[in-house]
Nanobody
Framework: VQLQASGGGLVQAGGSLRLSCADS????????MGWFRQAPGKEREFVAG????????YYVDSVKGRFTISRDDAKSTVWLQMDNLKPEDTAIYYC??????????????????WGQGTQVTVSS
């Protein structure tokens, strides 16, 4: 698995961004996937997860109703649609892949493969 994240940028509060994470390997479909973020001076935190079949998703409370995670195994890609962005969403966003046993709640400590991160900045 080799993950490449993209789609970050600068957006005003209330705006939208769509992050992508593409895998150049051949085993993407067998992994649980997650999006994580790390704000300056803070630890990396889980944001959203999706199970290996894409039938189940999970979000932290702070992004529920605003973010949507999805995947297309045929394209070996997972997305994070972020709507109604807030300044507190500013962070570097990372995608991660881990064992399918974690379903839609992949712990940060159990990520086997990380993408390189993409910066999201939300101005007020």
């Amino acid at each position: 698995v080799q993950l490449q994240a993209s789609g970050g940028g600068l957006v005003q509060a209330g705006g939208s961004l769509r992050l992508s994470c593409a895998d150049s390997g051949r085993t993407f479909s067998s992994y649980s996937m997650g999006w994580f973020r790390q704000a300056p001076g803070k630890e990396r935190e889980f944001v959203a997860g999706i199970n290996w079949g894409g039938s189940s998703t999970y979000y932290v409370d702070s992004v529920k109703g605003r973010f949507t995670i999805s995947r297309d195994d045929a394209k070996s890609t997972v997305w994070l649609q972020m709507d109604n962005l807030k300044p507190e969403d500013t962070a570097i966003y990372y995608c991660g892949a881990g064992s399918s046993r974690w379903s839609d709640r992949l712990p940060k400590s159990r990520v086997n493969f990380w993408g390189q991160g993409t910066q999201v900045t939300v101005s007020s």
